[in-house]
């Protein structure tokens, strides 16, 4: 009998229960000292002036959106592969996600899609960018197209903590980035978010949206929100991200692990590290043939797995009753039905790793 091997399972140690018992013992659970030493903690991680700890990564999209000036019936591209918090992000703003195809190698947004669709459609005021299962988009190709057209650069990095393209970390290359400390994330706060910018500006705007609109206690600039995180979170968020290093290194090592074993498999397809990209393997996913077959022969071998994302955004029901069900994005729609992700988290052993790679191994697709 087989020990079911999970898709995720956060490292959570000594260090992190002595830093929130040190929270809870004194008293001040929200926002505060701690939220405010993550926040610096995680801007001279990521290189960014600004940090914004918010109350999860949707809320850090919203606000990072919004405070970059997105508005009603505003414009914004991004990719149709992804969870639905980035475009239901741009809806909260009132504005209106414009959808282009993914590169099928990547699954970030492809380029030269995106310049034929800032191209074709007027009035685009900014490209969300996703760094899809822990690998950077192309930013150099990405940032040239935000500069010919005067429009923001917004990076979603929710799954890309520690991820670089060409020497800089994911979170540093655009206008203002998002990230998410949601349990499965590469590190976690359990629930939790985190915006980042060096506009001064824009990080001002954050920091009165996500507490009432409020500057100082009970003196209200603006209409804004409750999207604080607590010092409990970023207790956590301390003591992992002083971890998240080695997290991304056994990851690495785990991801190198299957790709040696499967790379005489003609049925599958690895998924890559272009050069000058650095991933931290938030996802190991694979495209698969038959998968339905394939998930269920690795669930009786003792491996769970999970497709992310089984959907495009364009063919959700929410997004169909905007109008969004007759487009077709045809690499996007390819992915969905061919993806499945291994389990690649730093909490597996050896023993995992084997019994993973023979499940997979001992598949026979059919003739």
Known sequence: MYRMIPIAKPLIGEEEKKKVMEVLDSGILAAGRVVTEFEEKFARYIGSKHAMATSSGTTALHLALQAAGIGWGD??????FTFIATANSILYCGGVPVFCDIDPETFNLDPDAASSVLEKVPGIKAILVVHLFGLSADMAALRKLAEKHHILLIEDAAQAHGAMFNGKYAGSLGDASIFSFYPTKNMTTAEGGMVLTDKDELARDVRLLRSHGAPNEYQHEILGYNFRMTNIEAALGVCQLEKLPG???????NAAFYNERFKEIGWLKTPGEPSGYHHV????TLRVPERARFIEHLTSAGVASKVYYPLPL???????KLGYGELCYPEAEKAAGEVVSLPVHPALTEGDLEQVAGAVSAFKPKE
């Open 281 to 284: 393997y938030h996802q190991y």
């Open 247 to 253: 997290f991304n290194e056994k990851r690495r090592k």
């Open 75 to 80: 414009k914004v591209l991004t990719t149709p």
């Open 314 to 320: 364009h063919h959700q029901p929410l997004y169909k």
